[in-house]
Protein backbone atom coordinates (compact mmCIF):
# COMPACT_ATOMS: atom_id res chain seq x y z
CA UNK A 1 0.00 0.00 0.00
CA UNK A 2 1.17 3.35 -0.56
CA UNK A 3 1.20 5.85 2.30
CA UNK A 4 -0.13 9.25 0.16
CA UNK A 5 -3.16 6.93 -0.09
CA UNK A 6 -3.70 5.75 3.11
CA UNK A 7 -6.42 7.85 4.28
CA UNK A 8 -5.31 8.20 8.37
CA UNK A 9 -2.74 10.63 9.16
CA UNK A 10 -0.62 9.88 12.62
CA UNK A 11 -0.88 13.15 15.48
CA UNK A 12 0.81 14.41 18.22
CA UNK A 13 -1.54 14.02 20.49
CA UNK A 14 -4.58 11.59 21.68
CA UNK A 15 -7.72 12.65 22.80
CA UNK A 16 -7.43 14.41 26.00
CA UNK A 17 -10.17 11.88 27.89
CA UNK A 18 -8.06 8.95 26.76
CA UNK A 19 -5.94 7.84 29.73
CA UNK A 20 -4.52 4.32 28.27
CA UNK A 21 -1.39 3.79 26.72
CA UNK A 22 -2.87 1.54 24.26
CA UNK A 23 -5.98 3.50 22.78
CA UNK A 24 -3.40 6.46 23.28
CA UNK A 25 -0.90 4.96 20.81
CA UNK A 26 -3.14 3.49 18.53
CA UNK A 27 -5.36 6.29 18.34
CA UNK A 28 -2.15 8.57 17.54
CA UNK A 29 -0.67 6.29 15.07
CA UNK A 30 -4.06 5.67 13.06
CA UNK A 31 -4.92 2.65 13.92
CA UNK A 32 -8.24 2.79 15.81
CA UNK A 33 -10.47 6.31 16.03
CA UNK A 34 -12.15 6.47 19.31
CA UNK A 35 -16.49 6.70 19.44
CA UNK A 36 -16.90 6.74 23.26
CA UNK A 37 -15.34 5.60 26.15
CA UNK A 38 -15.67 1.53 25.60
CA UNK A 39 -16.37 2.12 21.78
CA UNK A 40 -13.53 1.99 18.91
CA UNK A 41 -13.67 1.59 15.52
CA UNK A 42 -11.02 -0.08 13.54
CA UNK A 43 -9.31 2.36 10.72
CA UNK A 44 -7.34 0.44 8.19
CA UNK A 45 -3.73 -0.17 9.73
CA UNK A 46 -6.01 -1.40 12.91
CA UNK A 47 -8.05 -3.62 10.40
CA UNK A 48 -5.13 -5.31 8.99
CA UNK A 49 -3.50 -6.27 12.65
CA UNK A 50 -6.88 -7.22 13.97
CA UNK A 51 -7.80 -9.69 11.36
CA UNK A 52 -3.73 -10.80 11.80
CA UNK A 53 -5.08 -12.19 15.07
CA UNK A 54 -8.28 -13.11 13.79
CA UNK A 55 -6.22 -15.25 11.70
CA UNK A 56 -3.68 -16.85 13.55
CA UNK A 57 -6.75 -17.84 16.29
CA UNK A 58 -8.69 -19.15 13.16
CA UNK A 59 -5.94 -21.18 12.16
CA UNK A 60 -5.45 -22.48 15.47
CA UNK A 61 -9.04 -23.28 15.79
CA UNK A 62 -9.55 -24.83 12.90
CA UNK A 63 -6.61 -27.13 13.74
CA UNK A 64 -8.36 -28.57 16.74
CA UNK A 65 -11.73 -29.41 14.47
CA UNK A 66 -13.12 -26.19 15.39
CA UNK A 67 -15.81 -25.50 13.03
CA UNK A 68 -16.55 -21.70 12.14
CA UNK A 69 -20.36 -20.12 12.52
CA UNK A 70 -21.76 -16.95 12.98
CA UNK A 71 -24.46 -16.16 15.44
CA UNK A 72 -26.81 -13.26 15.92
CA UNK A 73 -26.42 -10.22 18.20
CA UNK A 74 -30.37 -9.96 19.06
CA UNK A 75 -31.44 -12.01 21.31
CA UNK A 76 -34.73 -13.66 22.68
CA UNK A 77 -35.78 -12.75 25.97
CA UNK A 78 -37.42 -16.23 26.63
CA UNK A 79 -34.40 -18.38 25.77
CA UNK A 80 -32.13 -16.58 28.43
CA UNK A 81 -35.12 -16.51 31.37
CA UNK A 82 -34.59 -20.70 30.60
CA UNK A 83 -30.88 -20.19 32.07
CA UNK A 84 -32.66 -17.26 34.52
CA UNK A 85 -29.82 -15.15 32.75
CA UNK A 86 -31.79 -12.62 31.79
CA UNK A 87 -32.33 -10.45 34.85
CA UNK A 88 -30.21 -7.87 35.30
CA UNK A 89 -29.17 -9.04 38.85
CA UNK A 90 -27.74 -12.37 36.90
CA UNK A 91 -26.16 -10.93 34.14
CA UNK A 92 -24.87 -7.23 35.23
CA UNK A 93 -23.53 -6.21 31.57
CA UNK A 94 -26.36 -6.60 29.85
CA UNK A 95 -27.65 -3.80 27.04
CA UNK A 96 -30.76 -4.74 26.46
CA UNK A 97 -33.46 -3.02 23.59
CA UNK A 98 -37.12 -3.23 22.68
CA UNK A 99 -38.85 -4.33 19.38
CA UNK A 100 -41.64 -1.56 18.32
CA UNK A 101 -44.51 -3.84 19.64
CA UNK A 102 -42.83 -3.27 22.92
CA UNK A 103 -41.23 -6.71 23.61
CA UNK A 104 -37.50 -7.02 25.06
CA UNK A 105 -34.41 -8.01 23.06
CA UNK A 106 -30.81 -8.16 24.68
CA UNK A 107 -27.24 -7.74 22.58
CA UNK A 108 -25.39 -10.60 22.88
CA UNK A 109 -22.89 -10.69 25.84
CA UNK A 110 -22.32 -13.91 25.18
CA UNK A 111 -23.18 -16.79 23.29
CA UNK A 112 -24.04 -20.08 25.17
CA UNK A 113 -27.79 -20.50 24.75
CA UNK A 114 -27.91 -19.50 21.74
CA UNK A 115 -25.48 -22.47 20.60
CA UNK A 116 -27.13 -24.60 23.07
CA UNK A 117 -30.05 -24.40 20.99
CA UNK A 118 -28.59 -24.40 17.54
CA UNK A 119 -26.87 -27.86 18.47
CA UNK A 120 -30.62 -29.10 20.20
CA UNK A 121 -31.35 -29.53 15.72
CA UNK A 122 -28.43 -31.30 14.98
CA UNK A 123 -27.40 -33.74 18.07
CA UNK A 124 -29.86 -36.21 19.42
CA UNK A 125 -27.26 -39.68 18.96
CA UNK A 126 -23.65 -40.18 20.56
CA UNK A 127 -22.88 -40.37 17.36
CA UNK A 128 -23.30 -36.98 16.49
CA UNK A 129 -20.72 -35.88 19.42
CA UNK A 130 -18.25 -34.83 19.89
CA UNK A 131 -18.55 -31.03 18.43
CA UNK A 132 -16.43 -28.16 18.68
CA UNK A 133 -18.68 -24.95 17.02
CA UNK A 134 -16.88 -21.30 17.12
CA UNK A 135 -17.46 -17.66 16.23
CA UNK A 136 -16.02 -14.29 15.99
CA UNK A 137 -18.64 -11.81 16.78
CA UNK A 138 -19.65 -8.73 18.46
CA UNK A 139 -19.85 -8.72 22.19
CA UNK A 140 -22.21 -6.51 23.60
CA UNK A 141 -21.21 -5.34 27.52
CA UNK A 142 -22.49 -2.43 29.70
CA UNK A 143 -18.77 -2.72 31.22
CA UNK A 144 -18.85 -0.60 34.57
CA UNK A 145 -15.21 0.96 34.23
CA UNK A 146 -14.08 1.62 30.17
CA UNK A 147 -10.77 2.99 30.64
CA UNK A 148 -8.22 0.39 29.71
CA UNK A 149 -8.76 1.55 25.75
CA UNK A 150 -9.51 -1.53 23.44
CA UNK A 151 -8.31 -4.03 26.07
CA UNK A 152 -11.93 -3.50 27.93
CA UNK A 153 -14.47 -2.47 25.71
CA UNK A 154 -18.31 -2.22 25.77
CA UNK A 155 -18.27 -3.19 21.75
CA UNK A 156 -15.84 -6.00 21.09
CA UNK A 157 -14.91 -8.88 19.19
CA UNK A 158 -14.61 -12.25 20.70
CA UNK A 159 -13.91 -15.52 19.48
CA UNK A 160 -15.66 -17.68 21.44
CA UNK A 161 -15.58 -21.44 21.21
CA UNK A 162 -18.01 -23.98 22.63
CA UNK A 163 -17.24 -27.81 22.80
CA UNK A 164 -19.68 -30.49 23.53
CA UNK A 165 -19.00 -33.97 24.65
CA UNK A 166 -20.61 -37.01 25.70
CA UNK A 167 -18.78 -37.24 29.12
CA UNK A 168 -16.26 -35.75 31.14
CA UNK A 169 -13.56 -37.99 29.97
CA UNK A 170 -14.42 -36.81 26.32
CA UNK A 171 -14.09 -33.05 27.60
CA UNK A 172 -11.40 -33.37 29.32
CA UNK A 173 -9.38 -34.60 26.21
CA UNK A 174 -10.65 -31.45 23.90
CA UNK A 175 -10.31 -28.97 26.98
CA UNK A 176 -6.39 -30.26 27.08
CA UNK A 177 -6.24 -29.46 22.99
CA UNK A 178 -7.67 -26.18 23.29
CA UNK A 179 -5.31 -25.82 26.03
CA UNK A 180 -2.43 -26.19 23.56
CA UNK A 181 -3.90 -24.64 20.94
CA UNK A 182 -3.94 -21.16 23.06
CA UNK A 183 -0.29 -21.44 24.43
CA UNK A 184 0.12 -21.64 20.71
CA UNK A 185 -1.81 -18.73 19.59
CA UNK A 186 -0.10 -16.83 22.51
CA UNK A 187 3.24 -17.48 21.74
CA UNK A 188 2.60 -16.59 17.81
CA UNK A 189 0.76 -13.06 18.67
CA UNK A 190 4.36 -12.35 20.32
CA UNK A 191 2.90 -12.52 24.35
CA UNK A 192 4.03 -16.06 24.35
CA UNK A 193 6.90 -15.04 27.20
CA UNK A 194 4.46 -13.16 29.18
CA UNK A 195 1.93 -15.34 29.34
CA UNK A 196 0.49 -17.35 31.95
CA UNK A 197 -1.96 -20.13 32.59
CA UNK A 198 -3.66 -19.28 35.53
CA UNK A 199 -5.86 -20.32 38.06
CA UNK A 200 -9.02 -19.11 38.55
CA UNK A 201 -12.57 -19.55 40.32
CA UNK A 202 -14.06 -22.22 38.66
CA UNK A 203 -17.86 -21.42 38.49
CA UNK A 204 -19.64 -24.59 40.04
CA UNK A 205 -18.73 -27.95 37.73
CA UNK A 206 -15.22 -27.89 38.09
CA UNK A 207 -12.58 -26.57 40.58
CA UNK A 208 -10.58 -23.86 38.54
CA UNK A 209 -11.31 -22.10 35.44
CA UNK A 210 -8.37 -21.42 33.53
CA UNK A 211 -7.42 -17.99 32.51
CA UNK A 212 -4.28 -16.86 30.69
CA UNK A 213 -2.78 -13.68 32.01
CA UNK A 214 -0.16 -11.60 30.65
CA UNK A 215 2.19 -9.72 32.64
CA UNK A 216 1.22 -6.11 32.15
CA UNK A 217 1.02 -2.80 34.14
CA UNK A 218 -1.76 -1.43 32.22
CA UNK A 219 -4.19 -5.46 34.04
CA UNK A 220 -6.75 -5.23 36.28
CA UNK A 221 -6.13 -8.46 37.69
CA UNK A 222 -3.55 -9.37 40.32
CA UNK A 223 -1.98 -12.80 39.59
CA UNK A 224 0.89 -14.41 41.68
CA UNK A 225 2.86 -16.11 39.47
CA UNK A 226 5.23 -19.08 39.67
CA UNK A 227 8.52 -18.70 37.59
CA UNK A 228 9.49 -21.82 37.50
CA UNK A 229 6.79 -23.81 36.95
CA UNK A 230 5.08 -21.25 34.51
CA UNK A 231 1.87 -20.98 36.19
CA UNK A 232 -0.21 -18.75 38.24
CA UNK A 233 -3.07 -18.30 40.57
CA UNK A 234 -5.45 -15.09 40.26
CA UNK A 235 -5.66 -13.13 43.68
CA UNK A 236 -9.72 -14.43 43.82
CA UNK A 237 -8.79 -17.68 43.88
CA UNK A 238 -5.41 -17.68 46.62
CA UNK A 239 -6.66 -19.42 49.68
CA UNK A 240 -4.00 -21.89 51.78
CA UNK A 241 -6.11 -24.45 50.35
CA UNK A 242 -5.85 -23.84 46.80
CA UNK A 243 -1.78 -23.42 47.57
CA UNK A 244 -1.85 -27.01 48.87
CA UNK A 245 -4.05 -28.42 45.85
CA UNK A 246 -2.36 -26.85 43.11
CA UNK A 247 1.18 -28.00 45.02
CA UNK A 248 2.37 -24.04 45.11
CA UNK A 249 4.43 -22.56 47.58
CA UNK A 250 3.24 -18.71 48.77
CA UNK A 251 6.56 -18.00 49.26
CA UNK A 252 8.31 -18.70 45.59
CA UNK A 253 5.12 -16.83 44.24
CA UNK A 254 5.93 -13.52 42.60
CA UNK A 255 2.98 -11.08 42.32
CA UNK A 256 2.22 -9.02 39.33
CA UNK A 257 -0.69 -7.18 37.48
CA UNK A 258 -2.38 -9.10 34.51
CA UNK A 259 -4.57 -8.79 31.61
CA UNK A 260 -6.88 -11.76 30.72
CA UNK A 261 -6.49 -12.26 27.56
CA UNK A 262 -8.08 -15.75 26.94
CA UNK A 263 -9.66 -18.07 29.29
CA UNK A 264 -11.32 -21.95 29.10
CA UNK A 265 -14.40 -22.87 31.62
CA UNK A 266 -16.04 -26.67 32.17
CA UNK A 267 -19.39 -26.11 31.67
CA UNK A 268 -20.42 -29.05 32.57
CA UNK A 269 -24.36 -29.41 32.07
CA UNK A 270 -25.10 -25.77 33.10
CA UNK A 271 -26.41 -25.29 29.52
CA UNK A 272 -27.56 -28.32 28.47
CA UNK A 273 -29.48 -28.87 31.44
CA UNK A 274 -31.74 -26.22 31.04
CA UNK A 275 -32.35 -25.82 27.36
CA UNK A 276 -32.16 -29.59 27.09
CA UNK A 277 -29.69 -30.93 24.88
CA UNK A 278 -29.09 -34.34 25.63
CA UNK A 279 -27.91 -37.13 23.52
CA UNK A 280 -29.18 -40.73 23.63
CA UNK A 281 -25.67 -43.58 23.89
CA UNK A 282 -25.98 -46.85 22.62
CA UNK A 283 -27.98 -48.93 25.03
CA UNK A 284 -30.80 -46.04 24.48
CA UNK A 285 -30.58 -43.89 27.75
CA UNK A 286 -30.41 -40.31 27.83
CA UNK A 287 -27.44 -38.17 28.84
CA UNK A 288 -26.74 -34.58 29.34
CA UNK A 289 -24.32 -33.08 26.80
CA UNK A 290 -20.86 -31.91 28.80
CA UNK A 291 -19.94 -28.47 27.64
CA UNK A 292 -16.84 -26.47 27.98
CA UNK A 293 -16.43 -22.81 26.37
CA UNK A 294 -13.38 -21.36 25.13
CA UNK A 295 -12.79 -17.39 24.65
CA UNK A 296 -10.12 -14.89 23.49
CA UNK A 297 -10.71 -11.42 22.92
CA UNK A 298 -8.78 -10.15 19.74
CA UNK A 299 -8.83 -6.78 20.32
CA UNK A 300 -7.59 -7.29 23.84
CA UNK A 301 -5.01 -8.88 22.40
CA UNK A 302 -4.05 -6.54 19.96
CA UNK A 303 -4.30 -3.77 23.24
CA UNK A 304 -2.30 -5.87 25.48
CA UNK A 305 0.59 -6.28 22.77
CA UNK A 306 0.81 -2.31 22.31
CA UNK A 307 0.90 -2.19 26.44
CA UNK A 308 4.14 -4.81 26.50
CA UNK A 309 6.12 -4.26 23.37
CA UNK A 310 5.98 -0.60 22.89
CA UNK A 311 8.75 1.69 23.41
CA UNK A 312 9.43 5.62 23.88
CA UNK A 313 8.91 5.54 20.61
CA UNK A 314 5.89 4.27 19.52
CA UNK A 315 4.10 0.40 18.67
CA UNK A 316 6.36 -2.46 18.02
CA UNK A 317 4.26 -5.24 16.24
CA UNK A 318 5.67 -8.48 16.24
CA UNK A 319 5.77 -9.58 12.86
CA UNK A 320 2.95 -12.12 12.24
CA UNK A 321 0.37 -9.59 13.56
CA UNK A 322 1.91 -6.44 12.11
CA UNK A 323 -0.38 -4.51 9.88
CA UNK A 324 2.37 -4.66 7.10
CA UNK A 325 6.09 -6.51 7.46
CA UNK A 326 8.00 -3.73 5.50
CA UNK A 327 7.31 0.09 5.51
CA UNK A 328 9.65 0.89 2.69
CA UNK A 329 10.64 4.91 3.43
CA UNK A 330 11.49 6.53 0.09
CA UNK A 331 13.25 9.74 0.32
CA UNK A 332 12.31 11.92 -2.29
CA UNK A 333 14.77 12.75 -4.51
CA UNK A 334 15.23 12.21 -8.44
CA UNK A 335 12.96 9.53 -10.59
CA UNK A 336 15.13 7.57 -10.19
CA UNK A 337 14.89 7.06 -6.46
CA UNK A 338 11.01 6.80 -7.16
CA UNK A 339 11.17 4.11 -9.38
CA UNK A 340 13.71 1.92 -7.60
CA UNK A 341 11.19 2.46 -4.54
CA UNK A 342 8.69 1.54 -6.86
CA UNK A 343 10.40 -1.37 -7.86
CA UNK A 344 11.44 -2.78 -4.66
CA UNK A 345 7.87 -2.70 -3.48
CA UNK A 346 6.65 -4.62 -6.57
CA UNK A 347 9.76 -7.32 -5.71
CA UNK A 348 8.69 -7.66 -1.91
CA UNK A 349 5.15 -8.33 -2.84
CA UNK A 350 6.18 -11.00 -5.40
CA UNK A 351 7.71 -12.89 -2.43
CA UNK A 352 4.34 -12.35 -0.35
CA UNK A 353 6.02 -9.57 2.06
CA UNK A 354 3.19 -6.80 2.47
CA UNK A 355 4.97 -3.31 2.57
CA UNK A 356 3.68 -0.12 3.66
CA UNK A 357 5.58 2.39 0.92
CA UNK A 358 5.89 5.74 2.27
CA UNK A 359 6.01 7.64 -1.02
CA UNK A 360 4.99 10.78 0.44
CA UNK A 361 6.31 14.27 0.01
CA UNK A 362 7.51 15.14 3.51
CA UNK A 363 10.73 15.49 5.88
CA UNK A 364 12.94 12.47 6.56
CA UNK A 365 12.80 13.07 10.28
CA UNK A 366 8.25 12.95 9.98
CA UNK A 367 8.63 9.70 8.33
CA UNK A 368 10.90 8.15 10.49
CA UNK A 369 8.71 9.45 13.02
CA UNK A 370 5.99 8.02 11.55
CA UNK A 371 7.78 4.79 10.90
CA UNK A 372 8.59 4.51 14.95
CA UNK A 373 5.04 5.05 16.12
CA UNK A 374 3.08 2.92 13.47
CA UNK A 375 5.79 -0.41 14.41
CA UNK A 376 6.53 -2.16 11.25
CA UNK A 377 9.00 -4.63 12.18
CA UNK A 378 11.22 -4.03 8.95
CA UNK A 379 12.05 -0.51 8.10
CA UNK A 380 13.84 -0.33 4.53
CA UNK A 381 15.48 3.24 3.58
CA UNK A 382 16.10 4.01 0.02
CA UNK A 383 17.42 7.41 -1.05
CA UNK A 384 20.06 9.06 -3.33
CA UNK A 385 23.12 8.19 -1.03
CA UNK A 386 21.66 4.70 -0.87
CA UNK A 387 21.33 4.25 -4.47
CA UNK A 388 24.94 5.17 -5.03
CA UNK A 389 26.26 2.81 -3.10
CA UNK A 390 23.21 0.20 -4.74
CA UNK A 391 22.47 -0.81 -1.37
CA UNK A 392 19.11 -0.63 0.72
CA UNK A 393 19.45 0.88 4.33
CA UNK A 394 17.94 -1.63 6.73
CA UNK A 395 16.55 -1.28 10.38
CA UNK A 396 14.54 -3.46 12.56
CA UNK A 397 12.21 -1.56 14.72
CA UNK A 398 13.15 -3.62 17.75
CA UNK A 399 17.16 -2.35 16.93
CA UNK A 400 18.54 1.31 17.18
CA UNK A 401 20.81 0.79 14.39
CA UNK A 402 20.16 0.80 10.66
CA UNK A 403 22.68 -1.60 8.62
CA UNK A 404 23.60 -0.95 4.70
CA UNK A 405 22.69 -3.92 2.65
CA UNK A 406 22.78 -5.40 -1.14
CA UNK A 407 19.50 -6.42 -2.72
CA UNK A 408 20.07 -10.22 -2.13
CA UNK A 409 20.92 -9.63 1.43
CA UNK A 410 17.77 -7.73 2.40
CA UNK A 411 15.83 -10.47 0.91
CA UNK A 412 17.63 -13.68 2.43
CA UNK A 413 16.82 -10.90 5.95
CA UNK A 414 13.77 -9.87 5.46
CA UNK A 415 12.33 -13.48 3.91
CA UNK A 416 9.87 -15.33 6.02
CA UNK A 417 11.70 -18.45 7.69
CA UNK A 418 8.69 -20.54 8.46
P1 LIG B 1 -12.93 -9.77 32.52
O1 LIG B 1 -12.82 -10.46 33.84
O2 LIG B 1 -11.67 -9.09 32.09
O3 LIG B 1 -14.15 -8.89 32.43
P2 LIG B 1 -14.40 -11.96 31.50
O4 LIG B 1 -14.12 -13.00 32.52
O5 LIG B 1 -15.66 -11.21 31.58
O6 LIG B 1 -13.16 -10.92 31.46
P3 LIG B 1 -15.09 -13.70 29.33
O7 LIG B 1 -16.50 -13.41 29.49
O8 LIG B 1 -14.65 -15.06 29.70
O9 LIG B 1 -14.20 -12.59 30.07
O10 LIG B 1 -14.61 -13.36 27.86
C1 LIG B 1 -13.67 -14.15 27.13
C2 LIG B 1 -12.54 -13.26 26.63
O11 LIG B 1 -13.05 -12.11 25.95
C3 LIG B 1 -11.66 -12.69 27.73
O12 LIG B 1 -10.67 -13.61 28.09
C4 LIG B 1 -11.08 -11.47 27.05
O13 LIG B 1 -9.99 -11.82 26.22
C5 LIG B 1 -12.22 -11.00 26.17
N1 LIG B 1 -12.99 -9.92 26.81
C6 LIG B 1 -13.86 -10.01 27.85
N2 LIG B 1 -14.39 -8.83 28.14
C7 LIG B 1 -13.86 -7.94 27.24
C8 LIG B 1 -14.04 -6.55 27.02
N3 LIG B 1 -14.88 -5.83 27.76
N4 LIG B 1 -13.34 -5.97 26.00
C9 LIG B 1 -12.49 -6.70 25.24
N5 LIG B 1 -12.28 -8.01 25.41
C10 LIG B 1 -12.96 -8.64 26.39
MG1 LIG C 1 -16.10 -9.36 32.29
Known amino acids: MRQSQLFTKTRKEAPKDEVSKNAELLIRAGFIHKEMAGVYSFLPLGLRVLN ?112 FSRDQKEHDEFYQLAKAAYVRIFDRVGLGSVTYPTFALGGTFSKYSEEFQTI ?93 LSDAKGIVWPREVAPFEAHLIEMKGSEAVSAAAEKLYRDLNKKGITVLWDDRDTRAGEKFADADLIGIPYRIVISEKTMKENKFELKLRTEDEATLVDEATLFQKIQKTS
Not at 131 to 149: C, D, I, L, P, W
Not at 223 to 241: F, G, H, R, S
Request: charged share 30%; aromatic share 8%.
Open 52 to 163: NIVGIIREEMNEIGGQEISMTALQDKNLWQKTDRWDDDKMDVWFKTKLKNDSELGLAPTHEEPLTTIMKNFVASYRDLPKAVYQFQTKFRNEMRAKSGIIRGREFLMKDLYS
Open 216 to 308: CDAGEDIIYVDETKLVAVNKETLTPEVLADLGLNKKTLVEKKGVEVGNIFNLGNKFSKPLELFYVDDKGEKHDVIMGCYGIGPGRVMGTIVEV
